[in-house]
């Protein structure tokens, strides 16, 4: 979880410029909008602008809209080809290419997996043979994406936004502001932050995944975009068994739960699959992975003995402060060289 830490009063924006907030609910969540402008209309028009950038990302990828486009996919009849909107196209694009980085532990196409755990509802575990059933069903090799075009190849398969529809929204929405004159603009979907404009680093808080209304550590940053992953966000409980909604795409079930994961990166699209798929992938494998990529910054937060133990890479060095007296903080070795992310450049100092 990121919270937002004396935001109006360490970056409060210059007397000239009128500070615009709104909040909205889309997408199934809520949003916070921040921004400010030389007058008020200008800036609620801006704001106005980002909002309606998410209601077109929620009408195309919300599969609890029948009638989504992503929806018109899944239910669309095998083998034969369904023709992708560009927008479309390049959404499943990127999930795609977030999927194959990270070795298949963020896939887009857990929809019957997430069925299958009834992870819409109150939550339930699936008989093995349900488990199997689903688990079939899922993997990019039963979709093929050929231009504007996407062919489902496999009976069950089912693309689920989840794990990237946030990132995409946020996305589109500091797209349609870079042609307004705004500055310190925040957007807030569901504790992912995107952040753009700012000319002074903005504090953010991370919550203690033990505790989720305490803040343990300060995030600070100017631009890009901040996810976390942690069962502390939405555990479940199915007959007095508790599940994470984080599932593992390779195995069905949900992923060892080991405390919460960070990731900062300059797009939010990538922001959002990385927390599911570094979260999956857990703390080891998400630190080597963020120190072999440039513009990934990873930190775990891990309960140990009565403290916390944080680890951070080391583009997050002079941006994290401890808040509580429990937080351990340290930060991994660099890596000697690194791979270009899917679109995504170095982060911006």
Same mark, same amino acid.
């Given at each position: ?67 989504s486009e992503l929806a ?16 479309? /196209?390049?959404?499943?694009?990127? /999930? ?21 755990? #009834? ?25 093929r994406l050929d231009g ?32 307004? #004159? ?25 919550? #203690? ?10 995030l600070s940053l100017r ?88 680890? /951070? ?37």
């Amino acid at each position: 979880m990121i919270t937002l830490t004396s935001l109006l009063v360490a970056c409060a924006p210059a007397a000239e410029l009128v500070e615009i907030e709104r909040r909205v609910a889309v997408m199934g969540t809520n949003l916070e909008v921040r921004l400010a402008a030389g007058e008020r209309m200008a800036g609620l028009r801006a704001s106005e602008r980002a909002l309606r950038a998410l209601e077109e990302t929620e009408r195309r990828l919300s599969t609890w809209l029948a009638d989504s486009e992503l929806a018109r996919l899944n239910a669309a009849a095998l083998g034969v080809p369904h023709a992708l909107s560009e927008a479309l /196209a390049a959404d499943l694009g990127a /999930a795609a290419a977030w999927s194959r980085a990270t070795g298949g532990a963020f896939d887009p196409t857990v929809g019957s997996l997430v069925a299958a755990w #009834d992870l819409r509802g109150p939550g339930r575990v699936p008989s093995p043979a349900e488990l199997r059933g689903a688990l079939a069903a899922c993997g990019l090799d039963g979709l093929r994406l050929d231009g504007g075009d996407a062919t489902r190849l496999r009976e069950g398969l089912a693309l689920e936004e989840g794990g990237f529809g946030k990132g995409i929204g946020l996305d589109a929405a500091l797209a349609t502001l870079a042609d307004c #004159d705004v500055r310190n603009v925040l957007l807030d979907l569901g504790g992912q932050i995107a952040l753009a404009a700012w000319s002074e680093p903005v504090p953010l808080a991370v919550a #203690d995944p033990r505790e989720r209304g305490r803040p343990c550590l300060e995030l600070s940053l100017r631009s890009g975009s901040v996810a976390t992953s942690g069962n502390g966000e939405r555990g479940l409980d199915a007959g007095g068994r508790p599940i994470g909604h984080l599932l593992d795409p390779r195995t069905g079930r949900p992923a060892p739960d080991f405390g919460s994961l960070t990731v900062v990166a300059r797009d939010a699209i990538a922001a959002d699959c990385l927390s599911t798929g570094l979260f999956v992938l857990g703390p080891e494998a998400a630190l080597a992975f963020a120190l072999e990529r440039d513009g990934i910054e990873v930190l775990v937060l891990e309960p140990a003995g009565g403290g916390l133990r944080a680890r /951070a890479t080391p583009g997050l060095r002079a941006r994290l402060r401890p808040l509580i007296e429990a937080v351990t903080l340290e930060f991994v070795a660099a890596a000697t060289s690194t791979t270009p992310s899917p679109q995504a450049d170095s982060l911006e100092r």
